[in-house]
């Protein structure tokens, strides 16, 4: 355990926690849930496939990053003091750590159980007979056409594996006596189901990566094969785009970087557990890796593989009960959304209440005749099939303005949202692709409209994506609104972002990289100096990450002062709580549950006169210089209260919340005895549905899912 000195001055570089070591302690609290008895087996495997997921974008971009400043001479420390090469080192031990306990828990505590109901993982060689003559005639049949044996030799060199591809090495005798072994890899076939079903009694189940292993004599006929074992790589996926490119095409510039993600650098290897030290050598160096770089998996390589158990029919008992999305407005108030909106806010908290007025507010605008224009920032959808996006379509085709500034850098997503930003330009919508230099991760959308009144607009402002799928799966905000000021706020955002134009002069809209970390500060500070001079002085605030070291510090100082600081952070937290003489007054918490949660929400007391605010943004350098972001006030009391509501909700969680010390650690929070667990998102979702059950009273007509026109 680290100890932690008191402050006696300013913070120094002990007082903060390394962003990457943070990190892999937010995955370890998912990993907990994996191992957590009390959840449901198949929510247990979900959380487990979550880790996996979760380290290969970690290597793939953060250690990718951390290796390529070491390449280039990168000594500078972190805020913690720790150089690039430094961190690797750290990372590099505890990610061993990290994947030891993925697999132990997966054996122990997820495949077991699924193995009680008789869903089963299983070794060719424990199947029966026929199980495995059914597996050789499928090999046959279905997967050795599909097959390519690659030979690795003088004249034909290693292949170009593709990123987080499986493949299965293999070591072949000398050809001639006194030779060295050979080398042999088989690719295996992204396009086969890699979880296969032979017939019988049991749900078995079989890895195709284990069957090609065990059929590898039809692939190297008359060969000697001394050692075989599956292995993948993982690749540095960061795109490294020149922002002085002058007038080069920025989609062309995206489009030759993503080629080149296929042959970059490897930076992780995994491999069977059992691989041979000559195989493995073999393997090594033709990929350039050190030991740091390999990691033994005791188990199934890619474990996303394993969500297809989740289908199975027959364990429906096994995962948690739904919980649904209520609606948030009635049918009478969907059906005159603009009228709607005149009238009042609305602010929808997902996933608890439904994503359909978002989804409605441009489809609605897509059909009537008084819309004249619809802007929006795309960051992440459900793609070409998403409602959103048909509607962008159909009102483009309709002869309406529409705008949409596509963000090509959406990691992992360049490639779909090139492929439906071409369709909404084929629709005849104006696509922007990105602004260079930044990412527009700005959730935004703007409809005018005419109206006897003049003209009108209606905003939507969110903390998460405009994806109705992971509306379900994200716990995130948005605000409908009407505001005047709000509207023509946004109205020069977009101008900023589609033409030639200074930084926007906002009024109630806070933008990032032009001033957002600025306005927190001095929110901060006026907590600081309330504190100073004896008035009542809190700051709430929930975010996915907390990294920014000019925000940090000015948290610290008003700790100091004596503010109370209530921080829910899910994921990275740079920042030490409790540390006496810096950070007393300081709590951060973290909660790791069914949905992700997502959402930014900032609260200042304000001596009484509170302001709260929505926000794209965490706090962390990325979001506040390198990003196209946007902090929104609350302002109707109907918003407020639901806010403030659900930030007591998160802080009083006992069941899924942890705490940080100033250690870097995280523990559970405790029920008390004789107290009722208290779990937010379970409290959230009753209490949406409590109000849906008021508000359908009190109209006297029955809710139902608000249906969007022109949706399928």
């Not at 692709?433 to 409809?447: E, F, I, Q, S």
């Not at 405790?670 to 009753?686: K, N, W």
Request: glycine share 6%; aromatic share 6%; hydrophobic share 40%.
């Amino acid at each position: 355990m680290q100890i932690v000195k008191p402050a006696t001055s300013e913070p120094s570089e002990e007082h903060f926690i390394n962003r990457e070591l943070s990190w892999l302690e937010f995955n370890a609290r998912v990993l907990e849930e994996a191992g957590d008895m009390s959840n449901p087996v198949l929510e247990r495997l979900k959380f487990a496939v979550i880790v996996s997921s979760n380290l290969d974008e970690f290597f793939m971009v953060r250690v990718a990053k951390l290796k390529n400043a070491v390449r280039q001479g990168d000594t500078a420390p972190d805020l913690s003091g720790q150089t690039p090469s430094q961190q690797l080192t750290q990372i590099s031990l505890r990610a061993h750590e990290h994947v030891d306990q993925l697999y132990e828990t997966l054996s122990e505590r997820v495949l077991a159980s699924l193995a009680e109901r008789g869903i089963r993982v299983q070794q060719i060689e424990d199947l029966e007979s026929e199980q495995r003559f059914w597996l050789h005639q499928r090999f046959r049949e279905e997967v050795l056409p599909a097959l390519t044996p690659l030979a690795i030799d003088a004249s034909r060199p290693f292949p170009m594996l593709a990123n987080l591809s499986l493949n299965v090495a293999v070591m072949l005798a000398a050809s001639e006596e006194g030779g060295s072994p050979r080398l042999g890899v088989v690719q295996v076939p992204a396009g086969l189901h890699r979880l296969m079903q032979p017939p019988g009694k049991n749900h078995d189940y079989v890895l195709l990566d284990q069957l090609i292993r065990s059929e590898l004599p039809a692939l190297f006929p008359g060969q000697e094969i001394l050692d075989a074992a599956v292995f993948r790589i993982s690749r540095d996926s960061e795109l490294e785009l020149d922002d002085e490119g002058g007038e080069e095409d920025w989609l062309e510039a995206v489009q030759v970087e993503l080629r080149k993600r296929r042959r970059s650098q490897v930076v992780r290897l995994e491999v069977e557990a059992g691989v041979g030290r000559e195989l493995l050598a073999l393997l090594t160096s033709r990929l350039d890796l050190r030991e740091p770089d390999i990691y033994f998996i005791p188990g199934p390589l890619d474990i996303r593989v394993l969500r297809r158990l989740q289908d199975d029919e027959t364990v429906e008992d096994l995962r948690e009960g739904p919980l649904r999305p209520v609606p948030a407005i009635d049918a009478r108030e969907a059906e005159d959304l603009f009228g709607l909106l005149d009238e009042r806010d609305v602010l929808l908290h997902h996933p608890y209440d439904a994503f359909d007025p978002v989804a409605a507010l441009v489809t609605r605008a897509a059909e009537d005749p008084n819309v004249l224009a619809i802007k929006q920032t795309l960051y992440r959808t459900s793609g070409a099939d998403s409602p959103l996006v048909r509607a962008l379509g159909r009102a483009a085709e309709s002869g309406k303005q529409v705008t949409v500034l596509v963000e090509l850098m959406a990691r992992f997503d360049e490639q779909s949202n090139i492929r439906w930003a071409r369709s909404l330009e084929e629709s005849g919508a104006h696509v922007i692709y990105g602004v260079r230099g930044y990412k527009t991760h700005a959730k935004v959308c703007l409809v005018v409209c005419r109206s006897s009144r003049g003209i009108r607009r209606y905003v939507h402002l969110g903390t998460g994506n405009y994806n109705e799928r992971t509306a379900t799966q994200y716990t995130d905000f948005g605000l409908l609104t009407s505001d005047f000021t709000i509207g023509e706020d946004v109205s020069r955002f977009f101008n900023a972002l589609t033409g030639y134009s200074d930084a926007p002069r906002l009024r109630k809209l806070v933008m990032a990289p032009t001033g957002m970390r600025e306005r927190i500060v001095k929110l901060i500070e006026r907590e600081t100096r309330h504190a100073e001079e004896g008035q009542a002085a809190h700051i709430r605030a929930k975010m996915n990450s907390l990294t920014d070291g000019e925000i940090i510090r000015a948290l610290y100082t008003a700790s100091r002062a004596g503010v109370r600081i209530d921080l829910n952070i899910r994921g990275i937290c740079c920042l030490r709580p409790g540390i006496p003489g810096l950070s007393e007054t300081i709590r951060v918490v973290s909660i790791v549950d069914r949905f992700l949660e997502h959402a930014r929400i900032f609260h200042f007391r304000n001596s009484g006169a509170d302001e709260v605010f929505l926000a794209s943004a965490d706090w962390m350098p990325r979001n506040l210089n390198r990003r196209i972001e946007l902090l929104f006030p609350v302002e109707s009391q109907s918003g407020r209260v639901k806010l403030f509501a659900a930030l007591d909700a998160l802080f009083r969680d006992d069941v899924k919340a942890r705490h940080l010390g100033a250690d870097g650690r995280y523990t559970r929070g405790v029920v008390e005895p004789g107290a009722e667990p208290f779990r937010a998102q379970q409290h959230l979702h009753a209490d949406a549905s409590r109000a849906f059950e008021r508000a359908r009273a009190a109209a006297g007509t029955s809710f139902e899912p608000l249906s969007s026109p022109g949706s399928e």
